[in-house]
Each structure stands twice: as C-alpha cells, then as structure tokens.
C-alpha cells in the first residue's frame, strides 16, 4: 500500500512542506515492535499538530495510537500500543494502551497533549514517558427513572459555535473542562456532568451535574444553555468531551450495591465503557 498525501503547514521555523509520494517504513519512537508501511493505512484522522521542528502528529482513532511524521518523510508510532484499553502512567508512550486518541496539541517543550476517551493524557517531549494530565469522571452522585425515547447518534455535536470552537482547539492549558455523558445504553444519553479542572492532576475542583427524563439529553437546548454558561463563567481555555456515552447514569454504590451491575441498565453489565464491547 503506498502512503498518498501531502501536507502543508506553517511553522514558528518558517513555511515547510512535505511531499510523500511513496511507500514509507513505519517504526516504533519508544518501544514496540516494527510495522512495516504496507501495513499502515491512513484513515480515520481524528487529530493533526505540528511542533517548532515541523514534525507531524496526528492520531487515528480506530487504531488507538498516535504517529509522528518526520520531514524526511519517516512516519513512526507516537503513542498507543493499538490497544483501546485505559492508558498507563510511567512507560514509554508506545508501549501504553491510549483509548481513542483524538484531538493534539503541543507545547513550547516539544510535549505532546492527547485527548483520549477517558481524558487528557502528556507525552514527555525529552523522555517520550506517557502521563494523565486528568481523566474524564466515569460516574457521579444522581438517581432517576430510565429515559425511554428514540435514540439517537452517539457522537455529540454542541450546538454552541464557542463550545464547539473551543472542543476542536484540543487542550490550551487550564482551567479545563470536561463534558462526560452518560446513558442506559450507547445511544441514549440520560445524564451529563461537567467537570472543572484548575490545575493538572488531582480530581476535578467543580462539577456540574444535568439529568434528562424524557429524552437524550444532548438534544436539550436548555441544559446545553446552561452548560456552555457554565463552563465560561470559570474562564476555561479548554474543553475535553468524551467520545459518546461512557457509562451507566447511576452510582456504583448509591443507586445500587457495589460489585453488583445497575439493575436499571442491562446494556453495561460486563461490557467495556469505553469500547462498548462485551467483557466475558
């Protein structure tokens, strides 16, 4: 398979341009193994960033890694070991697991910020030594009967043009928010919370909570209202926003007992939240 493409950018170095017309070799950065190019495909780009040498990174999602593409041409594996399982803190980046990578950006150290399925991870530009900057809250406080409304979509587009606006800037630095929806099943989202990081690490200072009886939530114009006032009146420079539902609406412990499945939402017992695949 050959590599087809061509990318053109503007860097802080000056105006570069790289021209691959031909079949590249794809290696590791920081462990893994060796890909060859012809098994490499380019589909499904779900982020693009460029750093002050002109190197290229951009995530595919339905790969769950992150490549770097060198102006010499070399494309190698960033970030991901392919697997869309929650990622490690302390290895090298390549050898974690990075569930749906999407959105990059990059700092003035060459340090690389992914936003991923569970929240936002680092990449050290000196060590390539992966890090959680904050994960997205999986469950929070909130009890209510099962929305039973035609389904719909599981990928959320906000109606706001500044929330969306700021949701494909990637990260910026903080304050940061996140937005997490939740649901009886994959398509159908009863529940979203809010999220307000001041500062990296540690678990959110502020959250927000919106519940929807009737119907999918984020077709609600009054709570999307509500959540885009909130989120600029804590001044926030980014907004991360999980890639559909991720979970029951109900509390492990509060709306039923520990250990057990939510007898309200069939659909997540022993099934992955992140990839909505059955975990037997």
């Known amino acids: 398979m050959f590599l087809l493409f061509t990318f053109v950018l503007s860097t802080p170095v000056g105006r570069s341009q790289v021209d691959l017309t031909r079949s590249s070799k794809i290696e590791t950065i920081a462990g893994g193994e060796t890909t060859t190019g ?50 490690i803190d302390g290895v090298l980046a390549a050898d974690s697991p990075l569930p749906d990578p999407r959105s990059l950006a990059v700092d003035r150290a060459s340090n690389v910020y992914i936003v991923c399925g569970n929240g936002l991870v680092r990449v050290d530009g000196k060590t390539q030594v992966l890090s959680t900057v904050f ?28 929330l969306g606006r700021r949701v494909k800037q990637g990260f910026r630095g903080y304050p940061a928010a996140t937005i ?21 690490h540690g678990d959110a200072d502020t959250l927000e909570k919106w519940f929807s009886q009737n119907s999918d939530i984020r ?62």
């Not at 790969?63 to 041409?73: D, E, P």
Request: charged residues 25%.
């Open 38 to 87: 012809n098994e490499f495909s380019l589909f499904s780009v779900s982020g693009l960033v460029a750093d002050s040498r002109g190197n290229i990174y951009f995530s595919i999602q339905a790969k769950s890694q992150v490549f770097r593409l060198a102006l010499s041409g070399q494309v190698t594996i960033f970030a991901g070991n392919g697997t869309r399982e929650k990622q």
């Open 135 to 162: 994960e997205t809250p999986l469950a929070q406080p909130g009890s209510f009967r099962q929305a039973k409304e035609p389904h719909m979509s599981s990928r959320w587009k906000p109606s706001s043009p500044w």
């Open 180 to 200: 997490a929806f939740y649901g009886p099943t994959a398509e159908l989202a009863t529940k979203v919370v809010v999220g307000i990081f001041k500062q990296e």
């Open 219 to 280: 077709s609600n114009d009054n709570v999307a209202e509500e959540l885009v006032a909130f989120i600029k009146s804590h001044e926030v420079k980014s907004v991360v926003v999980t890639d559909g539902i991720i979970g029951c609406p109900h509390e492990e412990g509060i709306d039923y007992p520990e250990g057990k499945s939510c007898p309200e939402c069939p659909y997540w017992a022993c099934r992955d939240r992140w990839t909505r695949e059955r975990i037997q």
